[in-house]
């Protein structure tokens, strides 16, 4: 059976009927709370004593947000199924929920949120449900917001299913030039079935807070270099349990002109010139510039 986000739009597949389903089983309850509790453990929140103001990021029923309440810490939920929203209100969930697609950016102050999580929610902006929805900038607007809203050196552990490599390198390429520093760590690589993908991301400078934990192994102990298998078969990016990426904001291309004579060119012309003994005025920073047809 194909997974839920390639069938229908997250608010269209998450109808009264599913959400209910969903909340009702077991099965789904104890995995939910397995992934959170990994989550907050990758999130390394410090241990002070002191709760911390968390964000759920497509939060559903509130099944992520009962862990984190047992955890002590006060929580905001996101999620852009009014259903979903509507059975978490049913089950008294603690946590503030709005609804809000995740794509158009989360809309908070900067820097007041202590941490974020993510269960199986950001694979859902690699698909184009509407025609006025472009996959990279929505991912764009939701990285760019989150980076803004998170305190520095604050974390944020997004925990995700891409359907193929294409898309996990679009999600970390685009939380990337956001601004953050971090990794994908994988636990259980070698498992088809058990293993998760958790893109762990720290607000600000790479440093000694955004060094990243190896990924759980099938034994339940970490997994080291030699547990890689030999043929590949694990992990989509070559059995690796942890992918560490560097900040790569964008830089500004340099234009050039239609015939390829941009600015370089320009100054190399003007130098053969002057070699000549021609006249040539001075070079200055609007050199090569292309002039504006108005004023």
């Not at 959170?36 to 990758?42: H, M, S, V, Y």
């Not at 859902?124 to 803004?148: E, I, T, V």
């Not at 088809?192 to 034994?219: E, F, H, I, M, R």
């Not at 080291?224 to 992990?235: H, R």
Request: with cysteine; aromatic share 6%; glycine share 10%.
């Amino acid at each position: 059976m194909p997974r839920p986000e390639v069938q229908a739009p997250p608010e269209i597949f998450y109808n009264e009927s599913e959400a209910r389903k969903y909340t009702t089983s077991s099965r789904i309850i104890e995995i939910q709370s397995r992934i959170t509790e990994r989550a907050l453990e990758l999130l390394a929140l410090p241990n002070d004593g002191v709760p911390k103001l968390l964000l759920d990021i497509g939060c559903g029923s509130g099944l992520s947000g009962e862990t984190l309440t047992e955890q002590g810490h006060h929580w905001i939920g996101y999620d852009i199924s009014k259903s979903m929203l509507d059975v978490a209100l049913e089950r008294e969930a603690e946590g503030d929920l709005l609804l809000a697609d995740m794509g158009q950016g989360l809309g908070l102050r900067p820097g007041v949120i202590d941490g974020a999580i993510s269960i199986s929610a950001v694979q859902w902006l690699c698909n184009a449900d509407k025609s006025c929805h472009n996959p990279r900038l929505r991912l764009k607007a939701f990285f760019g917001s989150l980076y803004r809203s998170l305190a520095r050196g604050a974390r944020a552990v997004l925990q995700f299913y891409a359907d193929n490599v294409k898309q996990s390198e679009m999600i970390v390429t685009a939380a990337m030039r956001a601004g953050f520093a971090g990794g994908v760590v994988v636990d259980w690589p070698h498992s088809s079935k058990a293993k998760k993908s958790y893109l762990v991301l720290t607000c600000g400078p790479p440093s000694l807070n955004s060094s990243l934990p190896k990924g759980k192994g099938q034994d339940g102990a970490m997994c080291s270099d030699d547990d890689e298998s030999d043929d590949g078969s694990g992990d989509e990016d070559g059995a690796q349990t942890v992918g560490i990426y560097e900040r790569n904001r964008p830089k500004k291309r340099q234009k050039t002109k239609k015939n390829g004579k941009g600015k370089a060119w320009l100054l190399n012309k003007k130098e053969q010139l002057r070699r000549r003994g021609r006249e040539v005025p001075a070079d200055t920073k609007y050199t090569g510039r292309k002039r504006k047809s108005y004023f």
